[in-house]
């Protein structure tokens, strides 16, 4: 937008205008050869996710790995992390810089954001968080080494913080931009935002007018018009909302693939505001309870029936595994002493005492599916 102010880029401008050659020329973009949508594709289209790409190509839905248009650009919101990539690329090419030397100059450094960057830094490794999958297994650090403006940047709570209140102050944009940025460009009628690509289509999100603006989503609250973005990696998961009438913004950032269960509750709680989480797929934690080791260690063994299981006891964690089904070794999660569940999928396990009180069976119910496993050693 800061470029759109210095006239350097126009929003609604063909991209591939501001190239040198033809787009399916350039390596990245081959796969476009012979759709000539991609002429179509701006800079706003990039920004309000309606470029018709697939978040990433990878999830393409005809599972080829190929860059397709899968709409005519403009016509409807699919976010695509792919769009927002060739935005970097043809900033990069309008300007003659690297995307990282421009954050850092027009963003970063103004809004005093000392440790944030598209580029992992040496001043970065004496103090960084790792993350965790769903089951609570930590994860190597990924140090980029080449910029994404789609996901490689890393940040802190305190310096993102200070760019939230940047935009809402509108720091280094005229008003008209800052306007522009979060009005509405596109209205969005899906069920759910991802699989990006669905055509499930509800009434449900009019009422609050869920769309989209220029990188931002925006809905209207009891407090008027608010402006949210979400953030989601493999082990990394994050949401922002800004309530502009109240002068109010609420960032939370998690390093787990749990994180978007506590997000309805949590944003609900601080700011009285419901977010439109079904749409987002922030589906609410379930309760568990923690169990002494001498009572886990009554579930530990091998089970036997339709499928086989074995059950371990890890460092204080019950976890389940089956070479049958190709299920690595899973924590289950208790919900009392006799109920458990799985948190990678939609399995409910209740282990059942024989009138001696050993456990003799385990009942699995696994996405409709209904098993009885017999305890055998």
């Known amino acids: 937008m800061q470029l759109f102010d210095e006239c350097k880029i126009d929003l609604d401008k063909p991209l591939y205008t501001y190239l040198r050659k033809p787009l399916p020329e350039y390596a990245m973009y081959k796969d476009l050869e012979g759709d000539d949508r991609w002429k179509l594709i701006t800079a706003r289209n990039c920004l309000d996710h309606t470029t018709g790409f697939p978040n990433w190509r990878q999830f393409n839905p005809l599972d080829n790995q190929k860059l397709e248009i899968f709409f005519t650009p403009g016509k409807r919101y699919a976010y695509s992390g792919e769009g927002l990539y060739l935005l970097q690329m043809v900033i990069e090419t309008i300007t003659s810089r690297q995307l990282e030397d421009l954050a850092q100059e027009k963003i970063f450094k103004p809004f005093g954001m000392r440790r944030t960057s598209f580029l992992w830094q040496s001043s970065f490794e004496n103090d960084f968080a790792v993350g965790h999958t769903t089951n609570e297994d930590t994860l190597a650090k990924d140090k980029r080494t080449k910029a994404n403006a789609a996901g490689s940047m890393e940040t802190t709570i305190a310096d993102y913080t200070r760019f939230i209140a940047g935009v809402m102050q509108g720091k280094g944009l005229s008003q008209k931009s800052k306007e522009e940025m979060l009005h509405a460009q596109i209205d969005i009628r899906t069920k759910h935002q991802f699989p990006s690509l669905n055509n499930d289509t509800t009434s449900v999100n009019r009422k609050i007018q869920l769309s ?15 402006f949210f973005k979400e953030g989601h990696g493999n082990g990394w998961e994050h949401y922002m909302i800004s309530i502009p009438s109240e002068k109010y913004s609420l960032v939370i950032m998690t390093n787990s693939d749990n994180g978007e269960s506590i997000f309805k509750e949590l944003v609900e709680k601080a700011t009285g505001v419901t977010i439109p989480w079904e749409w987002e797929g922030y589906f609410p934690y379930r309760a568990t309870v923690r169990l002494p080791e001498n009572v886990l260690q009554q579930y530990v063994g091998e089970y036997d ?18 070479e049958m089904v190709g299920l690595a070794k899973t924590n289950l999660y208790a919900r009392d002493d006799h109920h458990f569940f799985l948190k990678i999928m939609e399995t409910e396990i209740e282990f059942v005492r024989a009138p001696d009180g050993k456990i003799e069976k385990a009942i699995l119910d696994d996405e409709g599916e209904h098993y009885e496993l017999r305890k055998v050693k």
């Open 305 to 322: 029936g339709r499928v086989k299981a074995k059950v371990f006891l890890v460092n204080g964690k019950l976890k389940v595994e089956s």
């Open 212 to 226: 989209y603006g220029l990188g931002w989503g925006l809905f209207t609250t009891n407090y008027g018009r608010a």
